[in-house]
C-alpha cells in the first residue's frame, strides 16, 4: 500500500476511531485502525475502519493511491503522530514485514503493524428500513438523554438509550435512565416515522459516537437503517455500525409524576452556580437539601468533617412550602445539557420524583429521585 493524503484528511479519519479502538480488550488487534487504500477514477479512497465488536465505524477519505493495500496499526499512536505533523501532504507505504512509514516533508516515522486481512471484518448490514433525520435534530435528542444512561454493566438493559415511535402523533422518542433519574424527549420527524424500529435500544458507547458523528461540521442529514439487532448510521462518507442492547427496558411511564403539586421557575445560570458552590462541602457523597418556601428556595449542605453551606434565590411563589433532598450531580447534570435561560421543577412532597424540564422546550422532560438526608 502506498499513498498520499492531507493532514486534514487523514487527521479526521483517525479522530473518528479513536473511541471506537478498545485498548483494554482482549484482542489487542482491536487497538488497531484498519486501514484499506483502493484505486479509482479520482485517484483513490482510504478507508479508515476500527470496531469493538459491537460498535463498529468505516470513514472514506480522498487520497492519491500509488499502490492499492491495507494494515493495521496501533489507532491512538498514529493519531497522536499525525496530529504533530506539518499541515502538508502526507505519505503512506506499507514495508513487506506490515510496518507502516509515514513521510511529511523532513518527518519520517516507521510504526510497528500487522497484515490488514488479520483485523476482523466488520459486519455487514443491509437495513430493512430506513429513515432520513436531521443531524441538529439528532444531536439535540441524544445530549438531552444520554447523560442519564447507567453505567453500571450489571444492568445491561439500562446501559443505552431506548427508541421510541410514537406513531399517532409521528414523533421519536428517546429515554434513558439509571435508576436514580430518568431523561426523556419527543421529536416530530415527519412521515418517514414508520421506518424508524420502536423499542430499541442503543448502547452508550454507540450514542456516543453517533454524537460525534451528527456534531461534524459538514453532517446535515443521516441515515439511520435497522436490521436484526443491528442499526446503521450513515452519511455519505461514513457509516457507523451498533450492536443493540437485547433487553427489555423497564417500564418508564410508571415513574413519570402524573402531576406536580407545585410548581417554580428558576434562573438556570442562577441556580447552577449556586449549586456547584454548595456541593463543595458534600465532599462528593452527601446530598443537598432543598427547601421553596413562598418568595425563596433555600439549597443547604451538612457534613461534619467539612462545615455547612446554605443559599437562597429568590422566587415568584405563593403556595406552601416543601423541601426535599438530592444528589447535586443528577441537578447539575439536566442543567448542564438543558443550557436554557429558566427551568421549570415540580414536586409533589419529599418522597416523589421531581420533575425539571427547560421552559423552551416542553418536550424535554429529566426526573430525579430524591434522597432521604
Same mark, same amino acid.
Request: with cysteine.
Given at each position: 500500500?502506498?499513498?498520499?493524503? =492531507?493532514? %486534514?484528511?487523514?487527521?479526521?479519519?483517525?479522530?473518528?476511531?479513536?473511541?471506537?479502538?478498545?485498548?483494554?480488550?482482549?484482542?489487542?488487534?482491536?487497538?488497531?485502525?484498519?486501514? !484499506?487504500?483502493?484505486?479509482?477514477?479520482?485517484?483513490?479512497?482510504?478507508?479508515?475502519?476500527?470496531?469493538?465488536?459491537?460498535?463498529? /465505524?468505516?470513514?472514506?477519505?480522498?487520497?492519491?493511491?500509488?499502490?492499492?493495500?491495507?494494515?493495521?496499526?496501533?489507532?491512538?499512536?498514529?493519531?497522536?503522530?499525525?496530529?504533530?505533523?506539518?499541515?502538508?501532504?502526507?505519505?503512506?507505504?506499507?514495508? &513487506?514485514?506490515?510496518?507502516?512509514?509515514?513521510?511529511? /516533508?523532513?518527518?519520517?516515522?516507521?510504526?510497528?503493524?500487522?497484515?490488514?486481512? !488479520?483485523?476482523?471484518? /466488520?459486519?455487514?448490514?443491509?437495513?430493512?428500513? %430506513?429513515?432520513?433525520?436531521? #443531524?441538529?435534530?439528532?444531536?439535540?435528542?441524544?445530549?438531552?438523554?444520554?447523560?442519564?444512561?447507567?453505567?453500571? !454493566?450489571?444492568?445491561?438493559? $439500562?446501559?443505552?438509550?431506548?427508541?421510541?415511535?410514537?406513531?399517532?402523533?409521528?414523533?421519536?422518542?428517546?429515554?434513558? =435512565?439509571?435508576?436514580?433519574? $430518568?431523561?426523556?424527549?419527543?421529536?416530530?420527524?415527519?412521515?418517514?416515522?414508520?421506518?424508524?424500529?420502536?423499542?430499541?435500544?442503543?448502547?452508550?458507547?454507540?450514542?456516543?459516537?453517533?454524537?460525534?458523528?451528527?456534531?461534524?461540521?459538514? #453532517?446535515?442529514?443521516?441515515?439511520?437503517?435497522?436490521?436484526?439487532?443491528?442499526?446503521?448510521?450513515?452519511?455519505?462518507?461514513?457509516?457507523?455500525?451498533?450492536?443493540?442492547?437485547?433487553?427489555?427496558? &423497564?417500564?418508564?411511564?410508571?415513574? $413519570?409524576?402524573?402531576?406536580?403539586?407545585?410548581?417554580?421557575?428558576? +434562573?438556570?445560570?442562577?441556580? !447552577?452556580?449556586?449549586?456547584?458552590?454548595?456541593?463543595?462541602?458534600?465532599?462528593?457523597?452527601?446530598?443537598?437539601?432543598?427547601?421553596? %418556601?413562598?418568595?425563596?428556595?433555600?439549597?443547604?449542605?451538612?457534613?461534619?468533617?467539612?462545615?455547612? #453551606?446554605?443559599?437562597?434565590?429568590?422566587? +415568584?411563589?405563593?403556595?406552601? #412550602?416543601?423541601?426535599?433532598?438530592?444528589?447535586?450531580?443528577?441537578?447539575?447534570?439536566?442543567?448542564?445539557?438543558?443550557?436554557?435561560?429558566?427551568?421549570?421543577?415540580? /414536586?409533589? +412532597?419529599?418522597?416523589?420524583?421531581?420533575?425539571?424540564?427547560?421552559?423552551?422546550?416542553?418536550?424535554?422532560?429529566?426526573?430525579?429521585?430524591?434522597?432521604?438526608?
Amino acid at each position: 500500500m502506498k499513498l498520499s493524503i =492531507t493532514k %486534514t484528511e487523514i487527521s479526521k479519519a483517525l479522530a473518528r476511531v479513536q473511541g471506537i479502538a478498545e485498548k483494554r480488550n482482549s484482542m489487542p488487534i482491536l487497538a488497531n485502525v484498519f486501514l !484499506e487504500a483502493t484505486r479509482d477514477g479520482q485517484g483513490g479512497t482510504l478507508r479508515a475502519s476500527a470496531t469493538d465488536l459491537e460498535v463498529g /465505524l468505516v470513514g472514506s477519505h480522498a487520497a492519491m493511491v500509488d499502490k492499492p493495500g491495507s494494515v493495521t496499526v496501533a489507532a491512538r499512536r498514529l493519531f497522536e503522530v499525525v496530529r504533530e505533523l506539518p499541515d502538508e501532504t502526507v505519505v503512506l507505504e506499507t514495508t &513487506p514485514n506490515s510496518y507502516l512509514e509515514l513521510h511529511c /516533508l523532513r518527518s519520517r516515522f516507521v510504526l510497528a503493524g500487522t497484515s490488514g486481512e !488479520e483485523y476482523p471484518p /466488520l459486519p455487514s448490514v443491509v437495513p430493512e428500513r %430506513t429513515v432520513r433525520l436531521q #443531524a441538529a435534530v439528532l444531536s439535540h435528542m441524544i445530549d438531552r438523554t444520554m447523560y442519564a444512561a447507567s453505567t453500571d !454493566e450489571t444492568r445491561y438493559n $439500562l446501559n443505552g438509550v431506548y427508541l421510541e415511535v410514537l406513531e399517532t402523533e409521528q414523533r421519536l422518542r428517546m429515554v434513558a =435512565t439509571d435508576g436514580h433519574r $430518568l431523561a426523556y424527549t419527543d421529536r416530530s420527524i415527519g412521515a418517514e416515522i414508520s421506518n424508524v424500529a420502536s423499542g430499541v435500544i442503543i448502547p452508550r458507547k454507540g450514542m456516543g459516537e453517533l454524537k460525534r458523528l451528527v456534531d461534524e461540521q459538514d #453532517a446535515d442529514e443521516i441515515e439511520l437503517g435497522f436490521s436484526g439487532n443491528s442499526v446503521v448510521a450513515a452519511t455519505p462518507a461514513v457509516k457507523l455500525v451498533m450492536r443493540l442492547i437485547e433487553g427489555e427496558f &423497564p417500564n418508564y411511564r410508571q415513574v $413519570l409524576p402524573k402531576s406536580s403539586k407545585h410548581r417554580v421557575i428558576v +434562573d438556570s445560570a442562577t441556580l !447552577e452556580h449556586v449549586l456547584r458552590r454548595v456541593q463543595i462541602v458534600t465532599d462528593g457523597g452527601r446530598g443537598i437539601h432543598l427547601q421553596i %418556601t413562598p418568595g425563596k428556595l433555600s439549597i443547604s449542605a451538612k457534613n461534619p468533617d467539612v462545615g455547612e #453551606a446554605y443559599e437562597e434565590i429568590d422566587l +415568584d411563589y405563593a403556595g406552601e #412550602a416543601v423541601s426535599i433532598g438530592f444528589n447535586p450531580r443528577y441537578l447539575l447534570d439536566c442543567l448542564g445539557v438543558f443550557r436554557s435561560k429558566e427551568v421549570e421543577i415540580g /414536586l409533589i +412532597d419529599d418522597l416523589s420524583p421531581v420533575q425539571i424540564r427547560p421552559t423552551d422546550d416542553l418536550d424535554a422532560l429529566a426526573v430525579v429521585m430524591p434522597m432521604r438526608l
